[in-house]
């Protein structure tokens, strides 16, 4: 199925399409183990291009 809205992944593999404000929250408060250190959220379907990035080691999503 593909995001009409958005969707997270996470560095753990992780991956949800249109994900509820519950399950952002979840994700992002799973971050900072050695291997989920970061979620990215990316458009869907119907939304402009606007990315954003949550990570807890500095300089990790620059580029």
Known sequence: MTAEYHAADTENGDHIDDPSEDALFMLINQLGHPDNT?????????????RL???????????
């Not at 970061?38 to 606007?50: E, L």
């Not at 990035?53 to 580029?63: D, F, P, V």
């Open 38 to 50: 970061f979620v990215t959220i990316t458009p869907g379907r119907r939304q402009r291009v606007v």
């Open 53 to 63: 990035g949550i990570s807890t080691r500095r300089r990790q999503l620059r580029g």
